[in-house]
């Protein structure tokens, strides 16, 4: 398939597609499909190896949101039967973090609900780090609070933050039906506040909310020119009690086109499977290893992932293996070109090309949809309803904020 050598070839180079070579993968139909992550899978391999960098969410508050999000379970109004506590204390985020760092998690990324963080709140965030670093001063740390003021990524960074999550979502053109309480062009605004304080800027995307072909690849282009060292994909979980409850567009098959596309615009960057693995790629989960390098363990913010151990053996029996501490994630000369941009000596940029994924608003997990559309387009909502699998979206009542062990 020329489509395919061509973007083999670039990303080989380290080189991205056109917009129209993009738009194309997300249009290949399922009898290419393993023909597509066969190429994406070569080009991840080039700047990635077999490697799989695993990453732990702790939610340090949960729900009582007052941004609007359509897509979030802890958003203003959500009727979503989700956890809702406010603010751990610092020992018992290092107990989570713990946790996850013992199942083999290289970063943990410690996320808070609410549109931005106070003064105050950087100072529980700074005490949270000094607790989990004294206890593992190896693991990576990726926060996720929302929109920065001025001074507040300096902090972080001072403190011993490695990156700053804050997902772009979807493209410019759209983010208005999506959110109203903020903008854009606030979500950009913080991402360079943390790139700005030598922050890894960590920013990626929602697939699944019923954007169109045109949308995703905006959004993906955008990241690349944003500069974003790691792209967290997470797919939407159409949570009850949110507005975007009935939206239900996604295959295992789109998922994987999705990711592919995402893998060739950014050939060098860290990819991240986020929310929404379990639910929507369910049984193909191993395939999108052969493009992303990078997953969460365990359960999400709001929502239950696979047991963690399925998770390494998945990694072990797909033939991939977990990233060790010592290892950089990203390839050198973009771990180079991400320190230049942030002003930094390296350390960080070197460190993650991870970063906190966190997800929608912190990450969630997801749903499944209805039968494949011909020609690659997206299934609608309406006459998917046949086919929701209603099964597979467990709210998580484990780990932080509950009295019970978290799944790691």
């Not at 005490?127 to 300096?154: H, R």
């Not at 709001?302 to 390494?312: K, V, Y």
């Not at 390296?346 to 991870?354: D, E, K, L, V, Y």
Request: contains cysteine.
């Amino acid at each position: 398939m020329d489509l395919l050598d061509t973007l083999t070839a670039k990303g080989l180079r380290g080189e991205i597609p056109t917009r129209e070579e993009a738009l194309a993968v997300l249009a290949t139909t399922d009898d290419e499909l393993l023909d597509v992550v066969a190429a994406a899978g070569k080009v991840r391999r080039r700047w990635f190896g077999r490697r799989v960098k695993l990453n732990y969410l702790v939610n340090l508050k949960s729900g009582l949101c007052p941004e609007d999000c359509s897509y979030c379970s802890q958003r203003l109004g959500s009727k979503a039967e989700i956890l809702k506590y406010t603010w751990l204390k610092p020992d018992q985020a290092a107990d989570a973090a713990r946790a996850g760092v013992a199942g083999g998690a290289k970063r943990v990324c410690l996320v808070a609900s609410g549109r931005g963080p106070t003064d105050r709140d950087i100072d529980r965030v700074t005490d949270t780090m000094a607790a989990i670093k004294e206890a593992d001063p190896q693991v990576e740390i990726c926060v996720c609070l929302g929109l920065l003021s001025d001074n507040q990524a300096e902090r972080l960074k001072a403190a011993g933050a490695d990156a700053y999550n804050h997902n772009l979502n979807t493209s410019e053109g759209t983010y208005g039906d999506i959110t109203t309480t903020h903008t854009y062009a606030d979500r950009v605004d913080t991402v360079q506040k943390a790139h700005g304080a030598g922050l890894s800027a960590c920013s990626g995307l929602i697939a699944g909310m019923g954007e169109s072909d045109e949308d995703l690849v905006d959004v993906v282009f955008a990241l690349r020119e944003l500069g974003s060292d790691s792209v967290p994909v997470n797919f939407l979980i159409p949570f009850e009690g949110t507005p975007l409850a009935k939206e239900w567009n996604l295959t295992p098959q789109r998922c994987l086109r999705i990711l592919a596309m995402v893998r060739f615009v950014n050939p060098d960057t860290e990819v991240r499977i986020a929310g929404g693995r379990e639910v929507h790629l369910r049984s193909m989960q191993p395939l999108g290893l052969h493009i992303a390098n990078s997953i969460f363990l365990g359960d999400y913010l709001t929502s239950e992932g696979q047991a963690g151990q399925a998770d390494l053996d998945m990694i072990k029996d797909a033939g991939f293996e977990v990233e060790g501490a010592g290892e950089a994630t990203l390839p050198r000369h973009r771990a180079d070109v991400a320190a230049a941009a942030a002003g930094s000596c390296g350390t960080a940029a070197s460190a993650c090309g991870s970063g906190g994924g966190c997800g929608p608003c912190g990450g969630h997990a997801h749903t499944p949809e209805a039968e494949a559309a011909p020609a690659a387009q997206a299934p609608t909502a309406e006459g998917a309803a046949d086919e929701l699998r209603s099964d597979l979206v467990k709210v998580r009542r484990r780990g932080a904020g509950t009295e019970l062990a978290p799944n790691a």
